[in-house]
């Protein structure tokens, strides 16, 4: 048998045992259908959640052997194993569809830029630690007083406009990433990002000037990170210069940009007659 505790900041502990199944989210609803079936399920709202964070995030899951867990809505998140997992800790991305399976010990799920901060977001973190035990274990603690039935629709998280400067420029940022080529990435220098820009659209704005594509990135940082964790709104210029790595990395993780929009930009390169000029 197993047994799951899920906990977070702001919310309370929930005890999960063989068959039974989690419900995250900011509004989750347990699934209508025969009494008996909706014992096996629990809600779990998330405290403090910004308004884009879909109302049913994911599933945990809990097997007899396994415990797995369902990526269902959006932002995305990073799915992190500690010390007890095959061959040392790991980290996962999560989008929507993915399913990935807990080890046991401690795993520690960042949902990338879901908790409401004042007018802006930072990430929210819950821990869940899975245990195998010989005996029974408790049903998870039922929370009706959290439930909300009448929550506000799903929000888009904050972007940037397709196909605009900003968005060009994450996308030279997080190619590394989005290409598959992050064994060891090296962020592209200004030079490079204009030219990559110039290559995929025909016209680069005005990001022959190095100041222009450093504005760009803070644009994308502040995007990506939100205002509480933008590495730009701190620091000094050589950590300013730093950062560049993580604003692509984290431009890919909560998918300012993706694979597909790469795909995208390098066929209408190689067909200059389809670019936006």
């Known amino acids: ?22 419900l995250v989210g900011r509004a989750p609803q347990v699934p209508e259908g025969r009494p008996e079936t909706q014992l096996r399920f629990s809600p779990y709202p998330l405290p403090d959640c910004a308004e884009h964070v879909s109302r049913l995030l994911g599933e945990v899951v ?3 052997e396994t415990v797995r867990l369902r990526w269902r809505g ?32 401690e795993n520690q799920l960042l949902v990338l830029r879901g908790k409401q ?29 959290l439930l909300d039935r009448d929550a506000a629709p799903t ?32 962020p592209p220098t200004n030079r490079e990002i204009y030219e990559r820009v110039l290559s995929w ?13 450093d504005e760009a990135i803070r644009k994308v940082s502040a ?5 509480h964790e ?26 300012l940009v993706t694979a597909d929009d790469l795909s995208a930009a390098n066929r209408a390169r190689r067909n200059p007659s389809t670019e936006e000029r």
């Not at 095959?86 to 991305?93: C, E, K």
């Not at 977001?121 to 029974?136: G, I, K, Q, W, Y």
């Not at 995007?223 to 205002?227: D, K, L, R, T």
């Open 1 to 22: 048998m197993l047994r799951v505790m899920v906990r977070g900041s702001g919310a309370p502990a929930v005890v999960l045992g063989s068959g039974e199944t989690l």
């Open 62 to 64: 809990v097997g007899d």
């Open 74 to 105: 959006n932002p995305a998140a990073q799915l992190s194993s500690m010390f007890d997992a095959p061959g040392g800790a790991r980290r996962v991305i999560l989008t929507e569809g993915v399913s990935a399976q807990l080890d046991d010990g």
């Open 117 to 145: 901060v004042g007018a802006g977001h930072a990430d929210l973190l819950l821990a869940m630690d899975v245990t195998r035990v010989d005996e029974t274990t408790t049903r998870p603690i039922p929370l009706p007083a």
């Open 155 to 186: 929000k888009d998280a904050p972007g940037l406009v397709p196909h605009g400067r900003e968005w060009f420029v994450a996308l030279a940022l997080a190619e590394p990433w989005l290409s598959g080529a992050d064994d060891y990435p090296r």
């Open 201 to 213: 659209r025909g016209y680069a704005w005005n990001l022959e000037r190095p100041q222009r594509v």
């Open 223 to 227: 995007v990506a990170f939100g205002p």
């Open 230 to 255: 933008d590495p730009f709104r701190a620091g000094t210029d050589r950590q300013v210069r730093n950062v560049r790595f993580a604003v692509g990395r984290r431009a890919a993780e909560v998918r």
